[in-house]
T-cell receptor, first 119, second 114 residues
Framework: AQKITQTQPGMFVQEKEAVTLDCTYDTSDPSYGLFWYKQPSSGEMIFLIYQGSYDQQNATEGRYSLNFQKARKSANLVISASQLGDSAMYFCAMRELNAGGTSYGKLTFGQGTILTVHP | DAGVTQSPTHLIKTRGQHVTLRCSPISGHKSVSWYQQVLGQGPQFIFQYYEKEERGRGNFPDRFSARQFPNYSSELNVNALLLGDSALYLC?????????????FGPGTRLLVL
């Protein structure tokens, strides 16, 4: 079963506008963390933002915020005031605290969304 | 402070050869994880090491092995290379492994198998 689903293969946004990248997840573990990473064409995976399953408030980091809807199992990334440098692939990932066995420590990634920012 | 470093940055091998990829974690981080990212897909978990012991393993064949050294650096070894092993290999480090610590990634090693 797909644990992380990113349904938008590609998104386009105008510079200075806000954009939302969708992510839904599937887990039966009550303790988990959700992460968003940015991957430019250079390949490095850059950590953006983290949301824990027990966090009461949505995470924010500068222009990045996470719209966490636990009951819907969604963790959408919102980028405000888009910049040309935001053009990249974006991945949603999850780690389950009680994964157990050989899956301990495993980050499970979605397929990614390519974001293109137009001037 | 230096981030996660990986070497080499690029590598070309032929089928049947073996390869060793290296990773140095962020200073103070004791856990290293390895991921394989095939073109067009998200990274897939290969291994996690903490305090020189394997703590997690993904669904990869025994041709893949790794180890962690006393200074917390790590090596990923792949034997009997196949064309399908061509990918970006990412190393990530975290402080520990018992919680939901953030994993910070290095720039990756691009492996091409001909």
């Amino acid at each position: 079963a797909q644990k992380i689903t990113q349904t938008q293969p590609g998104m386009f946004v105008q510079e200075k506008e806000a954009v939302t990248l969708d992510c839904t997840y599937d887990t039966s573990d009550p303790s988990y963390g959700l992460f968003w990473y940015k991957q430019p064409s250079s390949g490095e995976m850059i950590f953006l933002i983290y949301q824990g399953s027990y966090d009461q408030q949505n995470a924010t980091e500068g222009r990045y915020s996470l719209n966490f809807q636990k009951a819907r199992k969604s963790a959408n990334l919102v980028i405000s005031a888009s910049q040309l440098g935001d053009s990249a692939m974006y991945f949603c990932a999850m780690r389950e605290l009680n994964a157990g066995g050989t899956s301990y420590g495993k980050l499970t990634f979605g397929q990614g969304t390519i974001l293109t920012v137009h001037p | 402070d230096a981030g996660v470093t990986q070497s080499p940055t690029h590598l070309i091998k032929t089928r049947g050869q073996h390869v060793t990829l290296r990773c140095s974690p962020i200073s103070g981080h004791k856990s290293v994880s390895w991921y394989q990212q095939v073109l067009g897909q998200g990274p897939q978990f290969i291994f996690q090491y903490y305090e020189k012991e394997e703590r997690g393993r993904g669904n990869f064949p025994d041709r893949f092995s790794a180890r962690q050294f006393p200074n917390y650096s790590s090596e990923l070894n792949v034997n009997a290379l196949l064309l399908g092993d061509s990918a970006l290999y990412l190393c990530a480090s975290s402080l520990g492994f018992s919680g939901l610590e953030t994993q910070y990634f290095g720039p990756g090693t691009r492996l091409l198998v001909l």
